[in-house]
């Protein structure tokens, strides 16, 4: 059977994910839903216009949603549900000032995915990334395997891009790598980047990679301070979009994203940036690789600092 995925907000990160999810022409069906009237449907039509120029079959089906769970049907038999409903930042915001309002807003979206696409892996990105996962988890009550959260695959990609500038060379030879949370306590980790398999730290001195992960740990504050209005979306959707593929595909591709930690690291029972391998049934394990000791204290000291937050959500 054709494969289905559910993008929940079609704001700026919902509409362009939708896109790119169906210009992959892996899909049946792309639908995209907002509780704004006749926006999804109009993005919707929009985006198959396109589909004679860019070449692609999927059908995008666009969906509005009320108070009550009213229009969720269309989201029946999704395959995988990328929730980007929520306030963005404004300048000067952390991702921690959304907790509250997101909370109300990814918790009712939760609810109705579990009621109307039960068997849904479901990938979060809405902001505060961390404990907007675990809210949907506690919310749909699904396994933990099939709720994750985006963060790392993009915080990667800013790494990678700051090195790649730095050094101009092609992105493609540049391996990099972040854990940790989607926040202050991002841990970029420049033992795991090479650029054409040489270590980073042959290539740079030590204050010069320290920028760069200051820099990753700022990425999206730095563009929200260009834009004043909103944040980041198109390195996001690209990473939120490749995700979905990854599940859809069972893929089994090693990815940084924000998965239940059960004993690796030393680490349990949180939500974190970890490296997993994703596939059908969402995170199939939580790969573990060596750090060195700062980073692991680093790893650490992000879940502290979400644990305790993500103990907070479930009040929301
Ligand atoms: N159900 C569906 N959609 C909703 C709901 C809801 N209950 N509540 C709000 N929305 C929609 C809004 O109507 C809006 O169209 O979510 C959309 C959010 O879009 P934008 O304001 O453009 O924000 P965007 O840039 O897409 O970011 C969305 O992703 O990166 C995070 O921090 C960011 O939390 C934010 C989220």
């Not at 209005?229 to 893929?251: H, I, L, N, Q």
């Not at 790969?287 to 959500?313: F, M, N, S």
Request: glycine fraction near 10%; charged fraction near 20%.
């Amino acid at each position: 059977m054709g494969k289905k995925v559910t993008v929940v907000g079609a704001g700026f990160y919902g509409s362009t994910t939708a896109q790119r999810l169906a210009e992959y022409d892996i899909f049946e069906t792309v639908v995209l839903t907002d509780i704004i009237d006749g926006k999804p449907a109009g993005l919707a039509l929009d985006m198959n216009q396109s589909r004679p120029i860019e070449g692609f079959e999927t059908k995008i089906v666009g969906a509005t949603t009320g108070p009550n769970g009213e229009g969720y049907e269309a989201i029946e038999g999704s395959d995988v549900v990328v929730v980007t409903a929520g306030l963005p930042r404004k300048p000067g915001m952390s991702r921690m000032d959304l907790l509250e309002v997101n909370a109300k807003i990814v918790r009712q979206v939760a609810e109705n995915i579990a009621k109307y696409a039960p068997n849904a892996v479901v990938i979060v990105v809405s902001n505060p990334v961390d404990e907007m996962t675990a809210l949907a988890q506690l919310a749909t009550q699904f396994p933990k395997n099939r709720v994750f959260g985006q963060a790392g695959v993009l915080d990667t990609a800013r790494f990678t891009n700051s090195i790649a500038e730095t050094l101009a060379v092609p992105v493609k030879s540049v391996k990099a790598l972040t854990l940790g949370s989607h926040g202050d306590t991002m841990v970029p980790v420049p033992s795991r980047c090479t650029v054409d398999g040489k270590p980073l730290s042959d290539l740079l001195p030590a204050d010069k990679i320290e920028e760069l992960v200051v820099r990753t740990r700022n990425g999206g504050a730095e563009v929200v301070a260009l834009l004043k209005t909103g944040s980041a979306y198109y390195a996001p959707s690209a990473a939120a979009a490749r995700m979905a593929k990854a599940v859809v595909e069972d893929s089994g591709a090693v990815l940084p994203v924000c998965a239940w930690v059960d004993g690796e690291y030393g680490i349990s029972g949180v939500y974190l940036g970890v490296e997993a391998q994703i596939g059908a049934e969402g995170i199939k394990k939580v790969v573990e690789d060596k750090l060195t000791d700062t980073e692991l204290a680093g790893l650490k000291e992000a879940a502290e600092a979400v644990r305790a937050k993500q103990a907070d959500v479930a009040n929301l």
